[in-house]
């Protein structure tokens, strides 16, 4: 129920997010969260109480959302308490949940190869290969501009990526000469993968889009999304041998602790354990 005063509310919200610096993506769910708030308690923003937000998350775990839903969820209605309600006396500070630790698929290197052949189009082969050799979030290779690529240094400039930070990544020998036939077809201006309007990049969804068809076409089976790629691009350079600390730096994480999780889903040690099976077989 968004009323005229729930209207003005969530307006001063966004206005606050962008203030506060937060990225479109983050400002798009956290407004998602609190219209579906509204929508639930079905009151005045400025009437809600303690009740009303222990009620509704009790309803999102009733319906299992996801653990990382529902702490979003919590974010960003402690984020309208502190910073447009300023309504001392709610306190959203209720526990989180645990965040589960799920494993990400990877795919083999044989499968990113059958993800790629499939693919006749050489602009959708361009991206998605540059994906797994650079370790790049889909929302950062559609943003990346002609003068982004520096062929002279070999490396790739990622500009205002997750956490609002420019990093470095490398720019490998077989996807320079990749982009190199690419440019010269599709002559791009601005955007290094122009959408239809040639003043805009790519969506994302695009590119989600033509991965799903790929791995159709190319028969991996596995459970996997865009993002898949640059999980493998990982857990590949960690089974190579490559130092994690390097591993971090070009995935652009802030903290170890999120490069870490590659560490669970590398084979490289694995493989070196000997079944008792094979003993007794």
């Known amino acids: ?10 307006r001063k919200y966004t206005q606050e997010l962008t203030i506060q610096g937060y990225s479109s993506k983050t400002k798009k769910c956290y407004i998602s969260h609190i219209k579906r708030f509204i929508d639930y308690i079905k009151k005045d923003i400025i009437e809600i109480t303690e009740t009303d937000v222990k009620m509704y998350l ?16 919590i974010s960003s209605i402690k984020f309208l308490n502190e910073h447009v309600l300023h309504k001392l006396k709610l ?22 190869k059958s993800i790629l052949a499939s693919l006749q189009n050489n602009k959708h082969k361009t991206f998605l290969a540059l994906i797994y050799s650079s370790g790049l979030r889909v929302g950062e290779v559609v943003k990346l501009k002609i003068n982004d690529i520096d062929s002279q240094r070999m490396l790739i400039k990622i500009e205002q990526g997750k956490g609002n930070k420019d990093r470095y990544v490398m720019l ?16 791009p201006n ?8 040639k003043d805009k990049h790519i969506t994302e969804r695009t590119v989600q889009r033509i991965f799903k068809n790929a791995c159709e076409k190319g028969c991996v089976m596995k459970k996997v999304s865009v993002h898949s790629l640059r999980h493998s691009f990982a857990t590949h350079l960690l089974e190579s041998g490559t130092d994690i600390r390097y591993i971090q730096e070009l995935l652009g ?9 590659y560490t669970h889903v590398t084979n490289k040690n694995i493989m070196s354990i000997k079944s008792p099976l094979d003993d007794i077989m």
Not at 1 to 10: A, F, G
Not at 190 to 197: I, N, R, V
């Open 1 to 10: 129920m968004i009323t005229d005063s729930n209207d003005n509310i969530i």
């Open 58 to 73: 009790s309803y999102l775990m009733e319906k299992e959302c996801s653990h990382s839903y529902v702490n979003q969820t």
């Open 91 to 112: 306190t959203v500070y209720v526990e989180r949940q645990k965040k589960e630790r799920k494993l990400p698929n990877i795919l083999s290197k044989k499968e990113v």
């Open 172 to 187: 490998s020998e077989s996807i320079l000469l990749q982009l190199r036939k690419y440019y010269k077809k599709y002559r």
């Open 190 to 197: 601005k955007w290094l993968f122009e959408g239809a309007d």
């Open 253 to 261: 994480h802030s903290s170890s602790k999120t490069t870490e999780i």
